[in-house]
T-cell receptor, first 109, second 113 residues
Framework: RKEVEQDPGPFNVPEGATVAFNCTYSNSASQSFFWYRQDCRKEPKLLMSVYSSGNEDGRFTAQLNRASQYISLLIRDSKLSDSATYLC??????????FGTGTSLTVIP | NAGVTQTPKFRILKIGQSMTLQCAQDMNHNYMYWYRQDPGMGLKLIYYSVGAGITDKGEVPNGYNVSRSTTEDFPLRLELAAPSQTSVYFCASVEHYSNQPQHFGDGTRLSIL
């Protein structure tokens, strides 16, 4: 079983839509969780960390469910500039990071 | 503050040639990583280092070597380039505390022909 699994999509949504991505992880002892954004095979850039109580940053909301071992990312009021690949990243002990394959999002005018 | 710097940005190699991909960070991070990313795939860990003088294999180390003589630098060496090593290579670093995200370099696009 892969350490981190994501639905690769693609997700094609109209501007203004709300879209949600889920990611599951296999190691119950995983310590930290992140969502990264990657454009056209450029370097991944941190979108947000995911905290146990859930957290919000503008139009983006991240949730963690340790019991079910998944994290989610919700994007509200989608913008054209949100088009990218979203990577789920899980950190296990010893600063070992595991990446999902990414979920592709295209926001359509 | 430059962050993580990778050189070169692009390179074309012939089969059997060797080269070194450079990675440097100026954030005094102990942990550094090399990943490769193939089209449509996630990042796969090649090698990582937890500090100067310490390196360890990741998921896909075959065909690569690394060294870590200083905290700042973590070069990745390809000894006998093969077409299967055509990929985009990313270097990353992180503080050794948990809950800290990795910082990535811009990447090196490598083609082996």
């Amino acid at each position: 079983r892969k350490e981190v699994e994501q639905d690769p999509g693609p997700f094609n949504v109209p501007e203004g839509a709300t879209v949600a991505f889920n990611c599951t992880y296999s190691n119950s002892a995983s310590q930290s969780f992140f969502w990264y954004r990657q454009d056209c095979r450029k370097e991944p850039k941190l979108l947000m960390s995911v905290y146990s109580s859930g957290n919000e940053d503008g139009r983006f909301t991240a949730q963690l469910n340790r019991a079910s071992q998944y994290i989610s990312l919700l994007i509200r009021d989608s913008k054209l500039s949100d088009s990218a690949t979203y990577l789920c990243v899980v950190e296990n002990t010893g600063n070992q990071f595991y990446f999902g394959t990414g979920t592709s999002l295209t926001v359509i005018p | 503050n430059a962050g993580v710097t990778q050189t070169p940005k692009f390179r074309i190699l012939k089969i059997g040639q060797s080269m070194t991909l450079q990675c440097a960070q100026d954030m005094n991070h102990n942990y550094m990583y090399w990943y490769r990313q193939d089209p449509g795939m996630g990042l796969k860990l090649i090698y990582y280092s937890v500090g100067a003088g310490i390196t360890d294999k990741g998921e896909v180390p075959n065909g690569y070597n690394v060294s870590r003589s200083t905290t700042e630098d973590f070069p990745l060496r390809l000894e006998l380039a093969a077409p299967s090593q055509t990929s985009v290579y990313f270097c990353a670093s992180v503080e050794h505390y948990s809950n800290q995200p990795q910082h990535f370099g811009d990447g090196t696009r490598l083609s082996i022909l």
